[in-house]
């Protein structure tokens, strides 16, 4: 008795007939291409199992079928994009959708292409469609560059994802910006890249411009120089001030504050007064009694 050999599907015998294997099951050909056959996104029919299948992303195509959208050219050993699900030349993405590199001119290719990996010609294998990369785009204020001419002016390094700072229609990546462009701190001179102090006509950092005495930041206060040394107002009083003879505290003198001067004594304003009945003698007449001073009518007693 001779064993049978039928279609797994529809139980008709396969001697002498073509049939296609599936999980190692033999079916017909007409049951497996009403069964498994893909349809093509092109012409919308059956790929049989005579024809090639051509897949992209879960769709698929005769090899005839697969062609570009524009000008119907084979895709088929060719690289190729897509655009809205529709397949491109090359040729024909670039002339449509690709920007110009800012720096060689040339077109910037998707990052992306495909291209068919081709396999034996089985009945019943589709053929895989598989991602080769194209070139990475860099934009920047509406300019695009190729990745490998997006580069430092300076030093021609390809700048990626670094950070970098533009310069009169050129691009450079920080270290080059701060040697050819940076002012240097008079203190530390190393570059200034943010902020900064200026005094008398020299760059500083922040950080750099103290306090000749006590080593405190002088930037976002008050302060003074003396001998071209710069001084906070403490320090500068306690150094340098003279001393009020009432109240024996520094005078500044600084900010438009006012001061009585005589004979080589120095007041405050607020302390210039009679020493008998403490009122003020700032523009008034006065008289002196050893280290005092008295208003005329305290000065009657004398």
């Known amino acids: 008795m001779t064993d049978r050999f039928d279609c797994h599907y529809c139980k008709e015998s396969l001697f002498g007939k073509k049939y296609v294997l599936r999980e190692e099951n033999p079916y017909c050909v007409k049951c497996y291409e009403s ?3 893909n349809t093509c996104e092109e ?41 809205d699900e529709q397949l491109l030349c090359t040729e024909c993405y ?47 204020k509406g300019n695009s560059w190729h990745e490998t001419c997006f580069s430092c002016q300076r030093c021609q390094q390809p700048i990626g994802t670094k950070s970098f700072i533009p310069k009169e229609n050129h691009n450079y990546c920080v270290p080059c910006y701060e040697k050819q462009f940076a002012m240097q701190c008079v203190q530390c001179k190393k570059p200034i890249t943010t902020g900064g102090v200026t005094y008398h006509d020299q760059p500083w950092h922040k950080d750099c411009f103290l306090c000749t005495g006590c080593k405190q930041q002088l930037s976002g ?29 520094p005078i500044s003198g600084l900010g438009g504050s006012k001061y009585i001067s005589f004979e080589e004594r120095q007041w405050h304003n607020d302390c210039f007064n009679c020493k008998k009945c403490s009122i003020s003698l700032v523009g008034r007449g006065f008289l002196t009694e050893r280290d005092d001073i008295l208003c005329p009518e305290c000065g009657k007693d004398i």
């Not at 206060?221 to 505290?249: E, P, V």
Request: charge should be positive; aromatic fraction near 12%.
């Open 221 to 249: 206060q008050r302060f003074t120089s003396r001998d071209n040394f710069a001084y906070c107002l403490s320090c500068f009083c306690n150094l340098y001030a003279k001393k009020c003879a009432s109240c024996t505290t």
């Open 94 to 140: 670039s002339n449509e959708y690709s920007s110009k590199c800012n720096d060689c001119k040339k077109t910037i290719m998707p990052g992306f292409i495909h291209s068919l990996n081709v396999p034996p010609p089985l009945s019943n294998c589709p053929t895989s469609i598989f991602p080769q990369r194209g070139s990475r785009k860099m934009e920047y």
């Open 35 to 37: 069964l498994y056959s």
């Open 43 to 83: 012409c919308k029919k059956p790929i049989g199992c005579d024809s090639k299948d051509l897949s992209y992303k879960d769709r698929h195509w005769h090899e005839t079928c697969f062609h570009c959208f524009h000008c119907k050219r084979s895709l088929a050993d060719k690289p190729f994009s897509t655009k």
